[in-house]
């Protein structure tokens, strides 16, 4: 029987950088595999395009941020909220809820003096379709300042 000295631990992981799904990252440190999608997505860390999976490194910085990435993401935070308040205050941003209550109200006044015109009826139906359209302006003004 010949004995084989080994000069170092045995490992089982290969040389090479491991790559992580979500899922099995998850499962292999024991957090949630949203919140864990959600930080590497939050942090700007996108899986390898080859593979689709995340480093290892990209997975412990999620998991465990250093007090520098923390620091810069409380900052945009702060920043983009100071920003949309300053808006509100200046008025740039627009109460989209008011502004669609005014519209609605304006609209069925409009609908009332227009079914009064003496044109036929398919004229007004054009016309107040036309009219209700406007309403998609109120729709795309609420989506770009939500960004």
């Known amino acids: 029987m010949s004995l084989r000295v080994v000069s170092g631990p045995v490992s089982n992981v290969p040389f090479e950088k491991l790559h992580w799904t979500i899922a099995r ?3 292999e440190f024991e957090v ?7 930080q590497l997505e939050r942090l700007g860390f996108v899986p390898d395009s080859e593979t689709g999976c995340y480093y290892t490194i990209d997975i412990l910085r999620a998991i465990h941020p250093d007090q520098a990435t923390l620091k810069e993401a409380l900052l945009e935070e702060q920043i983009r909220s100071l920003k949309l308040e300053n808006n509100a205050i200046e008025g740039i941003l627009l109460d989209s809820n008011q502004l669609r209550k005014g519209f609605d109200m304006w609209l069925t006044a409009a609908v009332q003096v227009i079914k009064t015109f003496d044109i036929p009826i398919e004229n007004q139906n054009n016309l107040i379709e036309c009219l209700a359209q406007c309403s998609k302006v109120f729709d795309e003004v609420a989506l770009k300042q939500a960004k």
Not at 32 to 38: A, I, Q, S
């Open 25 to 27: 990252a998850a499962a």
């Open 32 to 38: 949630n595999t949203e919140r864990l999608e959600e």
